[in-house]
């Protein structure tokens, strides 16, 4: 019985010494996994300005776990032809009006090294690839589809986070959902909701007053604004055959977001429409 007591208090004695330190290490309690952040789409957009200087697509690459690595971790990655052609092929069945992923020009973008290294003590490393936009259709969807090869230390790679695609999206300080109002000079008003496309770092494509703006009129029913390196005055010219005539006077107003516009268009029964119109970035509604 003796021997017992003195057990059970070796037992007490070491439950409370153990309660008590709030240091104890466990270890590591779950697995080292490997993943690219952003990936649980498939799809990732992101935003890129014209003008900007050393535009990168930068990929994170995480290793999860309870603890931080204890030892430099490389991870392998290449380019994943197949999964842009599968993702194209899927996506084009499933929707008529699907338009095309495509690889960006190899002219276009610098992978030298694929490889990204986790560092010790840390959790994620960055693989950042140059990349430039001269020369691109601004009417086309560029995408970098990245897949996980290998990583030094053979941990598990999450298979439904080991591919991205890498989608640029280019825009500038004028593009965006813009709604106001467009007057037939002289009176009649009409609420307009346009999308204004960046073209460069200062131009943007948009729609003709209330004309369609799917894509099949794309070469007859848009305009092009090219705002001054004021920011202020606004020149207006037909984007490929739309009829359309700057009727001068055209401003842009960086405090309000907002573009007062003037000028005609020849519509399909060949009568000549005078307009004015007036539309503010939903960005600044917002505010």
């Known amino acids: 019985m003796r021997t017992n007591y003195y057990i059970l208090l070796l037992i007490v004695a070491g439950s409370i010494l153990t309660a008590c330190n709030s240091e104890v290490d466990f270890g590591e309690q779950y697995k080292k996994v490997i993943y690219i952040v952003n990936s649980n789409n498939l799809l990732f957009e992101e935003e890129y300005f014209y003008g900007?200087?050393?535009?990168?697509i930068d990929l994170s690459v995480y290793c999860g776990g309870t603890e931080p690595t204890s030892h430099d971790i490389d991870i392998e990655l290449h380019l994943d032809y197949h999964v842009l052609d599968s993702f194209n092929n899927i996506n084009a069945i499933a929707n008529p009006n699907y338009i095309k992923k495509n690889l960006i020009p190899e002219s276009n973008f610098t992978l030298n090294n694929s490889v990204v290294t986790i560092k010790k003590g840390t959790e994620y490393g960055v693989l950042s690839i140059p990349f430039s936009v001269?020369?691109?259709?601004?009417?086309?969807?560029?995408?970098?589809?990245?897949?996980?090869?290998?990583?030094?230390?053979?941990?598990?790679?999450n298979s439904k986070l080991s591919t991205i695609i890498h989608e640029i999206k280019m825009v500038n300080g004028f593009s965006g959902d813009y709604s106001g109002s467009s007057r037939e000079l002289p009176e009649t008003n009409r609420s307009v909701q346009p999308y204004l496309k960046a073209i460069s770092a200062n131009q943007v494509r948009m729609p003709i007053h209330t004309l369609p703006d799917n894509k099949a009129f794309i070469?007859?029913?848009?305009?092009?604004?090219?705002?001054?390196?004021?920011?202020?005055?606004?020149?207006?010219?037909?984007?490929?055959?739309?009829?359309?005539?700057?009727?001068?006077?055209?401003?842009?107003?960086?405090?309000?977001?907002?573009?007062?516009?003037?000028?005609?268009?020849?519509?399909?029964?060949?009568?000549?429409?005078?307009?004015?119109?007036?539309?503010?970035?939903?960005?600044?509604?917002?505010?």
């Open 52 to 56: 900007a200087e050393g535009n990168t």
């Open 134 to 157: 001269d020369g691109l259709d601004p009417d086309s969807c560029y995408v970098l589809p990245l897949t996980i090869s290998s990583n030094s230390k053979a941990y598990e790679v």
């Open 219 to 287: 070469s007859t029913n848009y305009m092009l604004l090219t705002i001054a390196q004021d920011s202020v005055n606004v020149t207006i010219t037909p984007w490929e055959d739309a009829l359309v005539t700057d009727l001068g006077g055209s401003t842009y107003n960086k405090e309000t977001m907002s573009f007062e516009l003037f000028y005609s268009f020849t519509d399909s029964d060949g009568d000549e429409i005078s307009i004015k119109e007036k539309i503010v970035n939903l960005e600044y509604e917002e505010d």
